[in-house]
């Protein structure tokens, strides 16, 4: 047993020789690297020797070394896997890998994050992984799990169960030597990671008033792997005030030696679409001081930390060479304090309750039979971290702990909207290569009331509030990892141009942007481009209005090949029709099923990009295009042989089968869909 602070007794599991085993993870949003955890949780109470890593961090080599693992990760863009993956995917498959058998002698086991809202790709990255290391040799010892997205209970649903029987399974095929038991939930863990505080005397003197009142975050720019310097140029809003949601237009320009420092990002220049920019927030000074006074950290907050003597995890910023770090700076750049808390947060946070009651309402709230207690409580209202640890006033989490629960803060990405005139060249002071990027995003911030009453901003939303023009921050380019955008992939042929049927609600049409951005600086201005936007209000959220149809400036506009529909699912009457009906980017693509129908049968494949918001629409608007692919009898022509015997449901069931089909073959249509 270990002592740890607040009198909690930690237990630590036993080494036992050859009983180990490696948990790797691929995470876009941290959904799977949290499962990963919780994973090793389970498997360190059962005494298994347990490392935790993203995929890209191991090496082949020592993973045929490997006998056990689990895999967790996640489908990102058109059936992909996660960008913390692409060097070990890209490892695991070279083709001089083939039929050499070289994970023989690893069992493995893996659990899928998905969103069936993305049709057939929903869990293709775990699919893939799974069928590779299945092909060089490596054992499956237990059924594969996957999660949806759109449960009504998330992910919850399918991997609570699939990780009991998991451990049913290592209980019945691991036994332990007597008399050694697994470590039971309620026993504490001792930390994976340990900060090492320097004295008092060595207190960060900016912060000795730490009562000071600040509102904005810190401007310290941190060094972020294969960051580019941008300054903020404009951020302005969009939307008028009186319209529900701010939408700002965010103007970045950002200059950089083209090599070798950043040769990536380098090579997807000129070509914009489908590339994100990822920003950095900052946790606000009041949010950070009010999380040191709720767990007692004040004495310890403004000191010093020794390295030396710590174990951290490797994403920390500051990063070792910036010079002095606090456990402030830890908390003000690390952890994500007022994101929704996962059950596992609130299992931890029951360790540390010295009130029985509050105990045993953690505990209740994390069972497997109270997923719709934990989501109302959670979920429904957007509940913060810092906002349960005000309903638990009892609980204190040691420092060392901290590290184990909160989740890091992570860069969120954002489409870039603008396509290839953002570039630049120039030779630099030392005659260099630089490229001067003009980089424009579209940022729906987040603020909103729930069912608590009390207004909710999302920590990005906030932070992105207080960039004032003149404004210095570090950005990450994540390029598209399908080159399905770039131009040379719209001309077929010498002189034939790809058609484009695009779809976009909302801040979706940020993609779409780039895309017709980026054809017409390639001279790729033939083929008609139909743009379907769905948005609340033509006079609230209709963006870049003034660069399509009559009113495009000279200069600036997309072109006479684009043709923008609009969908104002708010404006009253739009169509002088009564009743009146909302409209939607889905009732659109049925309206105007004929033209849709003569570009898809048209010489060349069409692209059809779907962008905006997950969860129903991009079902809908899949439906609508099955609806024109039957209607117009490019598909479902049903002969009387193949209807005999069917009902009219049965019979109109077989042509939306069929028109899936036609929709998922590459020979008929690309079909592009990025939401979020």
Known sequence: MAEVSQGVASTEPAVIDGRNIIILYGSETGNAEDIALELSKMTRRLHFKTTVDEMNNIKLTELVQRQLAIFVTSTTGQGDLPQN?????????????????????????????????????????????RSRLKQ??????????????????????????????????FIENYALP???????????????????????????????????????????????????????????????????QDV???????????????????????????????????????DVETLIDMMGWASISNNHINRKESTMPKKLYPFEDEGPVTIRDLLTHNFDINAVPRRSFLQDMAHFAADDDQKERLVELTKW??????????????????????????????????????????????????????????????????????????AALLEYQTVIRKPRQGVCSRYLRTLAPGTTINITINTPSRPTLRPNNMLIGASQQRPVIAVATGTGIAPIRALIGDLKHAGITAAPVLVFFGCRKQKADFYFQDEHGQNQAPGRGWGDNVKVIPAFSRDENPDGVLPFQKNYVQSQIRKHAAEIAEILTGDVPPLICVCGSSGAMPNAVREAFKDVLIGHKIVGATGEEEAEGKSAEEVEKLKKEAADKWLMDKNNVIYWQETW
């Not at 040799?137 to 990780?163: C, L, R, V």
């Not at 909160?406 to 630089?434: D, T």
Request: with cysteine; net charge neutral; hydrophobic share 35%.
């Open 85 to 129: 993956t692409a060097k070990f995917w890209a490892n695991l498959r070279r083709t001089r890998l083939n039929n050499t058998n070289c994970l023989g002698a690893l069992k493995f086991t893996i659990f899928g994050l998905g969103d069936s809202s993305y049709g057939e790709n929903v869990n293709a990255a775990g699919r893939k992984l």
């Open 136 to 169: 060089l040799g490596a054992t499956e010892f237990f059924k594969a799990g996957e999660g949806d997205e759109q449960h009504e209970n998330g992910i919850a649903s399918a991997y609570m169960p699939w990780s009991e029987e998991l451990k049913e399974y």
């Open 178 to 244: 007597e008399p050694l038991q697994p470590i039971a939930d309620e026993i504490l863990l001792p930390p994976r990671y340990h900060i090492q505080a320097a004295s008092s005397e060595q207190a960060d003197p900016v912060h000795t008033n730490a009562n000071a009142p600040v509102t904005k975050p810190q401007k310290r720019l941190l060094d972020i792997p294969n960051a580019l310097t941008a300054v903020v140029q404009e951020n302005t809003r969009l939307t008028p005030e009186t319209h529900s």
């Open 248 to 286: 700002r237009l965010i103007k970045l320009d950002v200059s950089f030696v083209t090599k070798p420092k950043v040769k990536d990002v380098f090579d997807m220049i000129p070509y914009l679409a489908g590339a994100t920019a990822v920003i950095y927030p900052k946790n606000f000074p009041e």
């Open 369 to 442: 039979d109270s997923l719709q207690s934990f989501y109302d409580y959670t979920s429904r209202p957007r509940r913060t971290i810092l906002e349960v640890l005000r309903d638990f006033p009892s609980v204190r989490i040691p420092f060392d702990y901290a590290l184990e629960m909160f989740p890091l803060m992570r860069g969120r990405a954002y489409s870039i909207c603008n396509g290839a005139n953002s570039v630049r060249y120039k030779q630099g002071e030392n005659k260099e290569n630089m490229a001067s990027l003009n980089l424009e995003i579209i």
